[in-house]
């Protein structure tokens, strides 16, 4: 057998269902390398070694019972800092709420026990999560392994960097803008943010704005995939409601799509310029290769909406940080970007804040009719490599911060807006001041509920011409 880390997420629960290793084995070989590892790479914000060791203790007289047993038994996979695990703690990158112990568990903890998942750690998050950078005052920078004088991204930057270092084969991850996609692409993995509503936010949480999806962050399709299936059951009372899968949504990676009409778009959405690696194009140039290989037409996509359009992303945005209860002296505690955030969402009225939801919903029917007759758009995943630790953080000037974010990120947040899915997978890499990165692709449906076809496009990619799974330096 591989080394346990070797293992995809697939891979490691059939070994240990074939008793080819133990769960106890695998929580302690996982928590060894979180050890020795996550600190240069800040994936960890914190390990919980006697949470996991209790779970693997449990799966192990699971095993010896026999029976039916979850997809994912004695598989690590950690929850992000900004989700609720109860008795762990719960600080969402942030000084402010440093100490804090999650009272119960959020749905999707739920549904990852179940599935057997063993609960390593809470990764690092920028604060609340706002961020397409990982660089919170309270725990390590996220770095991609590729590259450590690089950011991993953000907000899922700790669990990106933790399936990129290969601690675990699969992280919890959420994407509110691109939180899932922005760090996959900058450490070589693949991330999909689902369909508005697909993973739900119950049985405590609301769709609120309806930006944010759960999801992971995995190095193959087929482990995206299989974590849908888990993820995607609904809990009582959801606001949304969509059609399940054929069969599983793992079973569509076996199932190449029909001819597709793919629109390819490089000009950045919500600016009016920015500049575009030249690794960041290349990668697209191997996708479209690739796409008319597998007998998809491949045409050129409009622009959906304006960028000064775009800005109706902003009151929700700053609003939902807003909402964060905290005390009013805890704002001094707040990093710049989140202070500014959080009065930019003071400025704004109900009415404003009602107009932005109704022009976001616009939007939805702008791209509709921008890319009518398109199945699927292709796009960079980010429009340069990611930034050195430091040097997109701007806390003298939050809002240069918040632009230099929009150019690094000008194609993920308008998936968030109109709903649809969009994957990312890293198809590219190439040598960047002496150092190998992965550049990844954006494959973004026109329609809700697309994640069958997705998956089944970026499977075929993926067989077509497999990715190295992580940097060859991860020992």
Same mark, same amino acid.
């Given at each position: 057998m591989s080394d346990i880390h070797e293992l995809d997420a697939l891979g490691l629960a059939a070994a240990v269902r074939a008793g080819d290793v133990s769960p106890d084995e695998v929580a302690r070989h996982t928590?060894?390398?979180?050890?020795?590892?996550?600190?240069?790479?800040?994936?960890?914000?914190?390990?919980?070694?006697d949470l996991a060791l209790e779970q693997a203790a449990l799966a192990g007289r699971r095993l010896r019972e026999g029976g039916a047993l979850p997809p994912f038994l004695?598989?690590?996979?950690?929850?992000?800092?900004?989700?609720?695990?109860?008795?762990?703690?719960f600080e969402a990158g942030s000084a402010a709420l440093r100490g804090t112990i999650a009272p119960a568990d959020d749905g999707v903890t739920i549904r990852l026990r179940e599935a057997g998942t063993l609960m390593v750690g809470k990764t690092t998050t920028p604060e609340l999560g706002l961020p397409a950078y990982t660089e919170p005052d309270? #725990?390590? *920078? &996220?770095?991609?392994?590729?590259?450590?004088?690089?950011?991993? !991204?953000?907000?899922? $930057? @700790? #669990?990106? *960097? &933790?399936?990129?270092?290969?601690?675990?084969?699969?992280?919890? !991850?959420?994407?509110? $803008? @691109?939180?899932?996609?922005?760090?996959?692409?900058?450490?070589?993995?693949?991330?999909?943010?689902a369909t508005? $509503?697909?993973?739900?936010?119950?049985?405590?949480g609301v769709d609120g704005a309806g930006l944010t999806?759960?999801?992971?962050?995995?190095?193959?399709?087929?482990?995206?995939?299989?974590?849908?299936?888990?993820?995607?059951?609904?809990?009582?009372?959801?606001?949304?409601?969509?059609?399940?899968?054929?069969?599983?949504?793992?079973?569509?990676?076996d199932r190449p799509p029909r001819r597709l009409r793919v629109g390819?778009?490089?000009q950045p959405i919500n600016v009016h310029d920015a500049t575009v690696h030249p690794g960041a194009l290349a990668a697209v140039d191997r996708a479209v290769g690739l796409l008319e290989g597998l007998g998809h037409e491949l045409t050129g996509a409009a622009v959906p909406f304006s960028p000064e359009d775009w800005e109706s992303f902003n009151p929700l945005w700053a609003v939902g940080a807003l909402s964060v209860p905290l005390p009013p002296e805890a704002e001094e505690l707040l990093v710049p970007l989140t202070r500014w955030m959080r009065e930019r969402g003071r400025r704004y009225s109900g009415v404003d804040y009602a107009r932005a939801v109704a022009a976001v919903q616009g939007l939805a029917r702008s791209a509709a009719t921008a890319w009518a007759g398109l199945d699927v758009v292709l796009t960079p995943a980010l429009a340069t490599p990611p930034p050195i630790v430091g040097t997109m953080r701007d806390d003298a000037d939050p809002a240069a911060d918040f632009e230099a974010q929009k150019a690094f990120t000008p194609w993920t947040s308008p998936w968030n807006m109109i709903g649809a899915p969009a994957i990312t997978v890293p198809l590219h890499r190439e040598e960047v001041d002496g150092r190998v990165l992965p550049f990844g692709v954006q494959l973004g449906a026109t329609r809700l509920g697309q994640e069958e076809l997705l998956l089944g496009l970026a499977a075929a990619l993926e067989e077509a011409d497999p990715w190295p799974t992580g940097p060859v330096a991860v020992g």
């Open positions: 928590l060894e390398r979180a050890e020795r590892l996550g600190p240069a790479v800040g994936a960890f914000a914190h390990l919980t070694p004695g598989v690590p996979v950690p929850v992000k800092d900004l989700t609720m695990v109860a008795g762990q703690p309270v #725990a390590p *920078a &996220a770095r991609t392994p590729w590259d450590p004088r690089r950011s991993a !991204g953000g907000s899922s $930057g @700790g #669990a990106a *960097a &933790a399936v990129a270092a290969g601690i675990v084969p699969a992280a919890h !991850g959420s994407d509110g $803008g @691109g939180s899932i996609r922005i760090p996959a692409a900058a450490c070589g993995l693949v991330g999909l943010k508005r $509503g697909r993973v739900s936010k119950g049985p405590l999806v759960d999801g992971v962050l995995t190095r193959t399709v087929r482990d995206t995939a299989a974590f849908l299936d888990v993820l995607s059951r609904p809990w009582p009372g959801d606001h949304y409601l969509l059609p399940g899968p054929r069969e599983t949504f793992l079973a569509a990676c390819v778009l490089t």
